[in-house]
């Protein structure tokens, strides 16, 4: 462990996705956006679906991803995340993502005895924000 960051390690469901030691984050707690730096104070909270950043120790820009929720856990210079999905916004397919939209606004439409109201509603949730982010980081 270098004295200039922190070790981040990001989990999906599948995989590890990020294990590496940065300067930064920035992730969309349930209260509102939260910042961790080397030296931060313990804590765990909830995320919502939106812009993680992370800022590795040789970078001055930040790799952008588009987190749909899941939980953050800080403590001695180490920062757990635990993610539901997790996906890099170079890599985001905007018409696959409003595809997706478009069928969970469907679902939710129709709000037959089959559907799954709240899991209709965080899909939607997680193709906006998808769809958002990528429209919002379009190389220029």
Request: aromatic share 2%.
């Amino acid at each position: 462990m270098t004295d200039r960051g922190f070790r981040l390690t990001v989990l999906t469901e599948e995989k590890a996705v990020i294990e590496e030691t940065v300067q930064s984050i920035v992730a969309p707690g349930t209260e509102g956006y939260l910042g961790v730096l080397r030296n931060h104070a313990a804590l765990i909270t909830e995320l919502q679906a939106g812009r993680l950043s992370v800022t590795g120790l040789d970078r001055d820009t930040p790799e952008i991803y588009a987190v749909s929720g899941g939980f953050l856990e800080v403590s001695r210079n180490n920062a757990t995340l635990l993610a539901d999905s997790l996906e890099p916004v170079a890599e985001i397919d905007v018409s696959r993502a409003g595809k997706a939209a478009e069928r969970a606004r469907k679902r939710l439409q129709e709000r037959g005895p089959s559907v799954d109201v709240a899991r209709a509603e965080a899909a939607l949730q997680r193709a906006l924000n998808r769809m958002r982010l990528a429209r919002q980081h379009i190389p220029t």
